[in-house]
């Protein structure tokens, strides 16, 4: 039980740190004013960055993927139900993002060709890579709806279990509510555009800090 506790507090973390890395290496999550021609020239003039956020991004969806069965493992008999939901949609967050990451790899061949083509055949790589990333974007947001709804069932089970301090549950129904109503909105209307992505994002980003943090930790003290 402690192995489990403090592995999954080790991978809310751990997952976090990675999207970070990603991020700054050149892994684009999504976008409503995508540009491709702009992402093509920076992976075609470093390609080696963008294979890296590629691979870490493979290793951030295996732990999307092994969070949920550890957290299963460790609190699933507090409601099995639940235990139950937040397993198959977290599992299945981690499994569009697999396919998401399968074709976006595609860039760094666009790229290559980008790099060396001009006119029309320039315009047709920037638009091959335009519709990559409007799909990857869909996607992303569908698997943003599992997360949202896979830790409104587990923070449920933190709120009536008492295992965890009732406050983190709290936390993590409300960001789970705004974060999927959000993407839920943008996936009915993409041209939305308002304030519940910065808050949605920010109270995401700090339950897992949290919830993180005292799985990790509390179990040592």
Not at 182 to 196: D, E, H
């Amino acid at each position: 039980m402690i192995v489990e506790l403090m592995l999954s507090g080790f991978l809310f973390l751990f997952i976090l740190i990675l999207t970070l890395v990603m991020g700054l290496l050149g892994y684009s999550m999504e976008g409503d004013d995508y540009e491709p021609d702009a992402d093509l020239q920076k992976i075609s003039k470093n390609p080696k960055k963008f294979q890296t956020s590629m691979i870490l991004a493979f290793i951030h969806n295996g732990c999307v993927i092994a969070l949920p069965i550890l957290l299963f493992i460790a609190f699933s008999h507090y409601n099995l139900i639940l235990g139950i939901v937040w397993t198959i949609f977290r599992i299945g967050e981690g499994t569009i993002l697999f396919i998401n990451d399968k074709n976006y790899w595609g860039f760094l061949n666009i790229a290559r060709q980008y790099s060396d083509s001009s006119g029309d055949e320039k315009k047709a790589l920037s638009d091959s890579a335009r519709n990559i990333f409007k799909t990857k974007d869909y996607r992303f947001k569908i698997a943003i709806v599992c997360w949202s709804i896979g830790t409104f069932a587990f923070s449920i089970v933190i709120v009536t279990s008492d295992v965890v301090p009732t406050i983190i549950g709290w936390l993590g129904i409300v960001a789970s509510i705004l974060v999927g109503f959000y993407n839920g909105i943008k996936l009915v209307k993409p041209s939305y555009k308002g304030p519940l992505n910065l808050v949605g994002g920010l109270s995401a980003i700090i339950f897992e800090i949290i919830i993180g943090g005292w799985l990790l930790f509390y179990p040592l003290i």
